[in-house]
C-alpha cells in the first residue's frame, strides 16, 4: 500500500492552552508534530501519498508542518464537520488508484508493525482490518474472595480489546463509509455483522493524547526512549 488517509479534524479543544491554538495532529510531542510520527511509520512501511482529512483553512499548515522528502502530503479540506466517517469518506475521493489503503486518527502514538497489518488484512480478504490494543484500567483494582481483600493491582490489564484508531479500509468498507458519522458506529458494526471486519492484536505502545496529562505522557515516553517508534 502506498496512500494512507490521517483523520486530522481535531480541535484540540481539551488540551487548551496546551495545544498551542494548533489542531490537535500538530501539536508538537519530543519536537515533531503528532501527525509527523505518523508520518514517519508509514514512509518506513512504504507509504508516499498521505492525504490528510483537515478542517477548512488548515491545508497549508499540514502541508508545511508534515511535508518530508519521499512522502507527498495532500490536505482534503471539510468545508463543514463531517465526523471522522463522513471524513475518511471525503478524503478516501483523493486517492490515485483503488484497493487497500492504511487510515488512522491524527491524535494516537503507536508502533504497530504496519507491514504485519497489511498482511493480516490481506490473508484473511477482510474488508478492513482494525488494530486493537489490550484495555488497561483507569483506576486500581482490588482483588476479593467474597468480602475478603486479597490483594490490590495498580491500572491492570483487563480481559477486553479497544481499537487504537489504526486501520486498513479495503473497497468494501470505503464504499460503506457514511457522508457524515462515526463509522465505528455504522460502517464496522455492519461489516462485523456480515463476519468482513477482522482485528490485529497490538501488544505495544498506543498513547491517546487529548488531555495535557496525556500530552505529558507522550512527551516523557518519547524523551525516555530516543529514536522512537523503531522503523526500517
Not at 479540506?77 to 478516501?92: C, Q, T, V
Not at 460503506?176 to 464496522?188: K, V
Request: net charge negative; proline share 7%.
Amino acid at each position: 500500500m502506498n496512500e494512507a488517509i490521517i483523520l486530522a479534524g481535531g480541535k484540540a479543544e481539551r488540551l487548551g492552552d496546551a495545544a498551542g491554538e494548533l489542531p490537535k495532529a500538530l501539536v508538537p510531542v519530543g519536537g515533531r508534530p503528532l501527525a509527523g510520527h505518523q508520518v514517519a511509520l508509514l514512509r518506513a512501511a512504504g507509504v508516499t501519498r498521505v492525504i490528510v482529512s483537515c478542517a477548512a483553512g488548515q491545508g497549508p499548515s499540514f502541508q508545511a508542518a508534515l511535508g518530508r522528502p519521499g512522502v507527498e502530503i495532500v490536505p482534503v479540506e471539510e468545508r463543514e464537520p463531517l465526523g471522522r466517517g463522513g471524513g475518511l469518506r471525503l478524503a478516501a475521493a483523493a486517492r490515485t488508484g483503488r484497493g487497500p489503503l492504511y487510515a488512522l486518527n491524527g491524535d494516537e502514538l503507536f508502533d504497530v508493525d504496519l507491514r504485519a497489518l497489511s498482511a493480516l488484512h490481506e490473508d484473511t480478504a477482510a474488508a478492513a482490518t482494525i488494530a486493537v490494543c489490550p484495555l488497561r484500567s483507569a483506576f486500581g483494582i482490588v482483588d476479593l474472595d467474597g468480602d475478603v481483600v486479597t490483594g490490590f493491582r495498580e491500572a491492570p490489564l483487563l480481559p477486553h480489546w479497544v481499537s487504537c484508531g489504526l486501520y486498513v479500509l479495503g473497497e468494501e468498507a470505503i464504499e460503506l463509509l457514511p457522508e457524515r458519522g462515526d463509522h465505528e458506529r455504522s460502517t464496522f458494526p455492519e461489516l462485523a455483522t456480515a463476519g468482513r471486519l477482522r482485528a490485529y492484536r497490538h501488544r505495544g505502545t498506543w498513547l491517546t493524547v487529548n488531555t495535557p496529562k496525556e500530552l505529558r505522557a507522550a512527551e516523557a515516553h518519547v524523551a525516555a526512549n530516543p529514536g522512537w517508534p523503531a522503523v526500517t
